[in-house]
Each structure stands twice: as C-alpha cells, then as structure tokens.
C-alpha cells in the first residue's frame, strides 16, 4: 500500500521484512520477530521488535494525540524528530539513539532499542542516584546547540535548518498553548488534584509581574532562534543506565532559545525535588541541577574557544581578549536568565495544565502529596516574581533550598 495505515504488529512485521538492513540487524525470519508496544509519551505508537539477532524500536505517529484521540494531529512530527536526530546525532558523541531509518508515508521512524535502559523520570522516582547523568545532559544540550548554532555554522546552513524545523508548527503550537497560554487563565485543558494548589493559581493569574514574566519569556520562545533545540527535553525524554545516557523523543524540535532546553530539564528536576521525601535525594537534584549547568557552560565556553578552524563562512570573532570574553560571558547569562524563566514555567504547567507528570504520584499520604505540589507550585511562582535576582545557579539554588527548610 502506498497511503498511510496505522500498523499494528503483523503490519509492523511486514513493513520491517521490506527494509534489508532493519531485518539482517533483527536476524532469522519475520515470523519469529516478537513485536511488544510500549508506547508511553501522549502522542505516538511505539514498538520495540525483538528477533533472534538484535532488536530496533519503532515509533510510528498517529492522526491524533494518542491519550485523546479526539484531539486531531497532523502526522509530520516523526519527520521533525528524524530530522532533528539526523542534525544532531553526529554532534552528540553517543548521547542519543541511532537514526535507523525513516518512511515519509507511513510517517515511522525506526531507531536503536534502548530496552536495557530506564526512562530517567521512572529511575529518579525508584530511587536510582546516577550522578553522572545530569552532566552528561549539559554536555548534550551545549554540543546539540552549539553546533546547530551560527556559532559554529555558516548562516546559510543555519537559515536552512531554521527554515526545515520552523514548519513543526503543530507541536510549536501545542508548547505554546500548554506551556506558555493555558496555565493562566481558565482552560478546559487545565486540571490539578488538590485544592491546596487553588490559591497559589489565583495569585499567579492576578499578579502583573508574573504575567508579565509569562509573556515576555514567551515571546522569547518564539523569536530568539539561537540553536535547534530539543523542545520538550523532561526526564521523560531521557533514557539512562548509571553508565550511559541518551535524550530520545524529539519530535519537538525547534530553532529557540537555548535556555529553554535547559530550563525543561531543570524544571523537571526540581518537581522530582519537591516529590521525594528522601533528604539525601534532595540534595542530590542540588547537586544535578548544578552538575548540569556546570557541564552545559564548561562544555558550551570550550567549543566556542576551541582553536579548530570553524567550517568557511562562519562568522569569525571580530573582538579579541577581555571585550570578548565579556561578550561571551553576557551570552551565557542570557541563557542562564532564560533557563531560570523556562525552568519556573515548565513547573506551572506541570502541576497546573494539560499534561503532568508522575514524580508525584508515588507519595501515598493525599495531604502530604498536595503540601508537596502546592510547594513546587509556590516556587515557581516565586521564581517568576523574582527573575531579576536570580542571576546564577547558585542564586536558584540557595531558593531551592530555603524552600526545602520551609
Ligand atoms: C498533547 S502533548 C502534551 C505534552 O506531552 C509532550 O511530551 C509535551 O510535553 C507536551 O506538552
Ligand atoms: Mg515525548
């Protein structure tokens, strides 16, 4: 067939059988494949196929988010993120998924199986201490974004790269409505488990500041197309065993600011701080949250200095000594202001909007759950209302941790 259908495990079996390569990594016959869905996210299928030899995981998309078939999609978001995996999986040294193969019709995307691998957010809620992982996600996110930049590119490359991820409309568009539009006022689309939370929404949708916080980041999203970004970079896009870790599912992928990757990440990590009552695994996402930036920033400041001659066309330094280290420093600042924003927003729509997440879940005691996500909501909102204090990840998280004694 040559239109689209939406393949379940026979068709899968078929589709695979067509591609040589796809079946000689499987081994022995297409019958013997054993084909196990294990699609978690809210918008696609997905499938790991396991055969004799080897196994490969197989996302397919759906004409519709796949929690609410109502709600009607385009297709196109497994060609946005195969794109993105083929832009930036050569820059990343092993922290994604191999890009196996793509088919425009069908609109699947086959990549390697990370079967041995936990989703980071599941990891963190079992337990799992892995120190290694949040620096490693700094150095993804500096060499994802420096090399998709204009930093290290001749514009050119970038215009067309910004071109090809500014036609992910339908996913720009639901980050915009879930992330930075609905939390704020009534939406159909909101919802949140405890009445403790009410009060702090109301402060947060009648506060000036923080609306004006809201929109200014907002229109930050939109219109600072420094690097192709992952675009929805939580720990649920994260696969990771204590040794190796790689940032899956980024069919999100869009031109914007830096910060934003970098905001998703820690945002997420700080719900998984207000969610665990371990005092030993909150000083651990301290610890995670500075790694990561430490990492993002030591990794970003390197490729920028490194002496390697830039591919001809990209911008030269026209400034040398202290005027450019200044310059560079006000750039990382830029991003670390952007990060703290998107971090505090991210937070809000995840206690507040469409989609949340299960960090919380595990806590069993309904009063504690809800003193737990009203003291996440608390400081996010906050965060927002002091953006211009907090000007260092130190400043973030000595909050971070005055919340905690509260
Ligand atoms: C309808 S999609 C809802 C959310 O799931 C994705 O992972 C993104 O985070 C999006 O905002
Ligand atoms: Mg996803």
């Given at each position: 067939q040559?239109?689209?259908?939406t393949?379940?495990?026979?068709?899968?079996r078929?589709?695979?059988?067509?591609?040589?390569?796809?079946?000689?990594?499987?081994?022995?016959l297409a019958?013997?494949?054993?084909?196990?869905?294990?699609?978690?996210?809210?918008?696609?299928?997905?499938?790991?196929?396991?055969?004799?030899?080897?196994?490969?995981?197989?996302?397919?998309?759906?004409?519709?988010?796949?929690?609410?078939?109502?709600?009607?999609?385009?297709?196109?978001?497994?060609?946005?993120?195969?794109?993105?995996?083929?832009a930036?999986?050569?820059?990343?040294?092993?922290?994604?998924?191999?890009?196996?193969?793509?088919?425009?019709?069908?609109?699947?995307?086959?990549?390697?199986?990370?079967?041995?691998?936990?989703?980071?957010?599941?990891?963190?809620?079992?337990g799992a201490?892995?120190?290694?992982?949040?620096?490693?996600?700094?150095?993804?996110?500096a060499?994802?974004?420096?090399?998709?930049?204009?930093?290290?590119?001749?514009?050119?490359?970038?215009?067309?790269?910004?071109?090809?991820?500014?036609?992910?409309?339908?996913?720009?568009?639901?980050?915009?409505?879930?992330?930075?539009?609905?939390?704020?006022?009534?939406?159909?689309?909101?919802?949140?488990?405890?009445?403790?939370?009410?009060?702090?929404?109301?402060d947060?949708?009648?506060?000036?500041?923080?609306?004006?916080?809201?929109?200014?980041?907002?229109?930050?999203?939109?219109?600072?197309?420094?690097?192709?970004?992952?675009?929805?970079?939580?720990?649920?896009?994260?696969?990771?065993?204590?040794d190796?870790?790689?940032?899956?599912?980024?069919?999100?992928?869009?031109?914007?600011?830096?910060?934003?990757?970098?905001?998703?990440?820690?945002?997420?990590?700080?719900?998984?701080?207000?969610?665990?009552?371990?005092?030993?695994?909150?000083?651990?996402?301290?610890?995670?949250?500075?790694?990561?930036?430490?990492s993002?920033?030591?990794?970003?400041?390197?490729?920028?200095?490194?002496?390697?001659?830039?591919?001809?066309g990209?911008?030269?330094?026209?400034?040398?000594?202290?005027?450019?280290?200044?310059?560079?420093?006000?750039?990382?600042?830029?991003?670390?202001?952007?990060?703290?924003?998107?971090?505090?927003?991210?937070?809000?729509?995840?206690?507040?909007?469409?989609?949340?997440?299960?960090?919380?879940?595990?806590?069993?005691?309904?009063?504690?759950?809800a003193?737990?996500?009203?003291?996440?909501?608390?400081?996010?909102?906050?965060?927002?209302?002091?953006?211009?204090?907090?000007?260092?990840?130190?400043?973030?998280?000595?909050?971070?941790?005055?919340?905690?004694?509260?």
């Amino acid at each position: 067939q040559t239109s689209y259908r939406t393949l379940d495990a026979g068709g899968i079996r078929a589709f695979l059988a067509g591609l040589p390569a796809i079946a000689t990594r499987l081994g022995g016959l297409a019958e013997q494949w054993q084909v196990r869905e294990v699609s978690d996210g809210n918008l696609n299928n997905v499938f790991l196929i396991t055969g004799p030899a080897g196994e490969v995981c197989l996302k397919q998309s759906l004409p519709h988010v796949r929690v609410d078939p109502s709600w009607k999609m385009p297709l196109d978001r497994t060609h946005f993120e195969a794109a993105w995996l083929c832009a930036i999986g050569p820059l990343v040294g092993g922290l994604t998924t191999e890009y196996l193969h793509f088919d425009p019709v069908l609109y699947v995307l086959v990549v390697e199986s990370l079967s041995g691998h936990t989703v980071l957010r599941t990891a963190l809620m079992q337990g799992a201490d892995w120190p290694e992982v949040a620096p490693r996600i700094g150095m993804f996110v500096a060499r994802a974004c420096f090399g998709t930049s204009l930093l290290a590119r001749p514009f050119e490359d970038v215009f067309d790269a910004r071109r090809l991820f500014a036609a992910n409309q339908a996913l720009t568009r639901i980050t915009l409505d879930l992330v930075f539009d609905d939390p704020y006022r009534d939406h159909p689309r909101n919802h949140w488990h405890d009445s403790a939370l009410s009060p702090i929404v109301l402060d947060i949708r009648t506060s000036a500041a923080t609306l004006l916080a809201v929109e200014n980041l907002r229109r930050r999203f939109l219109s600072q197309p420094q690097a192709l970004l992952h675009g929805d970079l939580h720990t649920g896009s994260i696969m990771s065993t204590a040794d190796d870790t790689r940032v899956i599912d980024g069919e999100f992928a869009l031109y914007g600011p830096i910060g934003f990757d970098c905001g998703m990440f820690v945002g997420n990590l700080v719900l998984h701080f207000f969610a665990t009552p371990d005092l030993a695994a909150r000083q651990a996402v301290l610890r995670d949250i500075d790694g990561f930036w430490r990492s993002f920033h030591a990794q970003f400041t390197a490729l920028w200095n490194a002496d390697d001659a830039p591919p001809p066309g990209t911008l030269r330094p026209l400034a040398y000594g202290p005027a450019a280290h200044v310059a560079q420093q006000a750039f990382m600042d830029e991003v670390m202001g952007d990060t703290i924003g998107f971090a505090a927003i991210e937070i809000i729509r995840r206690l507040i909007g469409y989609a949340h997440t299960a960090d919380f879940d595990s806590i069993t005691d309904p009063r504690l759950r809800a003193t737990c996500r009203a003291g996440a909501l608390a400081f996010a909102y906050y965060v927002l209302d002091h953006l211009a204090d907090m000007r260092t990840i130190a400043d973030f998280l000595s909050c971070l941790e005055e919340n905690e004694r509260k």
